[in-house]
């Protein structure tokens, strides 16, 4: 990898934020989040002032940070001319180039992932250095094209199968940059590399050797799993661009007004750790444990505008509950319960609790896997209800009454999944430590396959 590159992932998130080091104490990045602390960290280290920001598209799994960056450290932001955005930018399209003192970056429109999509290349002379990419070629795959319009999706693969055709026809040597990565719902196959070249992408990729259109765009789409529920509304969002001028705080709550605020329609989601929240709880409250995943559970599963009480323990660091609330779309988190649980319990009020169960002890006749689907087809508890955890608070009054084990790969979806079920008026749940291989191995029985 070029030494000059400095990646900044985000496993939750499944994405890649890149800062370029130009060489003269000024830096470029890449799809950065508006979730900035990385980059800021990254370019302090390092010496660098971030002077640009290219923006690649409008991005539907978190807000960018391009606006905020502008408003802090006076950044140049870069993007799609056809992204109509709002706010000031330099607006580019296709083959237009930006010097960035010794090199040089064009922009080269690949629609497909989004119809304004730009990748962009980077320049030494006549020499291909490398190409961020965004969400056209990922490594293994391509980004998926059904965020716009179920009516654009054919459409849109169709210009992504003629994107990559473009991509492909740069150097083998080429550096490929993508920002969506292992982890992201934007269609990033599991366990793959985040970076790669345009020669190895040639020879290992599977939708590079679809041999049309029609063949490439019936691989894409067929592969295309569930998303978060707020991709449907962060794309619009950028293209106005946030702006935090006040840090966010996670304001104390005394017992008497969190209970006020439930009582008006607001939700408690409970960060702690899977055994803390199923110990005891606030009745009602949404188990998301703080954890690389939180954000994408919080924006999926806690519906956009409405108040967000924290629950957390006190070695649990605020701005890791904050800022990747505010990069989801969440600007609602009202405060946390002052005291935790503990204050709630010792103020009279009820305390709920979850049974956690290995798998020598559940009991596998009503049970309810809440992973994703490309994960269950793999292997599951035969009989089990398979609900995908993003889809289950619509299904939770469906499921039959009496016992019910909820189960994913670990248990922290599950937890979450418990708490769903408890809200849905559910009171016999248990929550499995584990995942199906591990009930295989205690019980010695074979997991299911397929649907």
Same mark, same amino acid.
């Given at each position: ?121 980077? /320049?030494?002379?006549?020499? +291909? ?90 691989? /894409? ?28 705080? /996670? ?170 079920? +408890? ?29």
């Amino acid at each position: 990898m070029d030494k000059r590159l400095i990646p900044l992932v985000d496993e939750g998130l499944g994405n890649s934020a890149y800062l370029f080091d130009l060489g003269d104490g000024r830096a470029l990045a890449v799809d950065p989040s508006l979730d900035l602390r990385a980059a800021d960290a990254a370019a302090a280290k390092h010496g660098l002032r971030i002077a640009y920001a290219a923006e690649t598209h409008l991005h539907a799994d978190f807000l960018s940070g391009a606006r905020q960056l502008a408003h802090d450290h006076g950044t140049r932001i870069l993007a799609s001319a056809a992204g109509q955005r709002t706010f000031d930018h330099q607006r580019l399209d296709d083959g237009d180039e930006v010097d960035l003192g010794g090199l040089t970056l064009r922009a080269l429109a690949t629609p497909g992932h989004t119809p304004e999509h730009l990748s962009f290349l980077l /320049l030494d002379g006549g020499r +291909e250095i490398g190409v961020f990419t965004g969400g056209s070629l990922i490594v293994g795959a391509a980004a998926r094209t059904d965020l716009i319009s179920p009516d654009r999706t054919e459409d849109l693969a169709r210009a992504q199968y003629a994107s990559l055709q473009r991509l492909t026809a740069l150097a083998d040597t080429t550096a490929v940059w993508p920002t969506h990565g292992a982890g992201s719902f934007c269609s990033a196959p599991p366990g793959a590399a985040r970076t790669s070249t345009i020669g190895e992408q040639k020879n290992t990729n599977p939708l590079l050797a679809a041999p049309d259109a029609d063949t490439f765009a019936r691989m /894409l789409i067929d592969s295309l799993g569930s998303y978060p529920a707020y991709f449907d509304r962060l794309g619009e969002l950028n293209r106005h661009g946030q702006l935090i001028t006040t840090p966010p705080l /996670l304001t104390p709550l005394d017992v008497a007004q969190v209970r006020r605020l439930l009582g008006d329609g607001a939700i408690a989601v409970d960060v702690r750790p899977v055994r803390d929240y199923a110990a005891g709880h606030i009745p009602g409250s949404v188990a998301i444990a703080l954890r690389a995943q939180y954000a994408t559970w919080l924006g999926w599963l806690i519906p956009p505008g409405v108040p967000i009480i924290i629950v957390r323990d006190p070695g649990q660091d605020p701005a890791d509950i904050l800022w990747p609330a505010l990069t989801v779309g969440h600007t609602t988190i009202a405060g946390e319960l002052g005291g935790g649980v503990a204050a709630w319990s010792a103020a009279g009020e009820q305390v709920a609790t979850a049974r956690i169960v290995d798998a020598a002890q559940m009991d596998a006749t009503n049970v309810v896997d809440v992973r994703q689907a490309g994960e269950t087809t793999t292997g599951h508890l035969p009989g089990a209800h398979l609900i995908e955890l993003g889809g289950l608070a619509a299904h939770a009054r469906d499921l039959p009454r009496g016992p019910v084990t909820v189960m994913c790969g670990h248990g922290e979806r599950a937890a979450t999944a418990a708490s769903l079920l +408890e809200r849905a008026g559910h009171t016999d749940v248990a929550i499995l430590a584990g995942g199906a291989h591990d009930w295989a191995e205690a019980t010695g029985r074979t997991l299911a396959t397929g649907r």
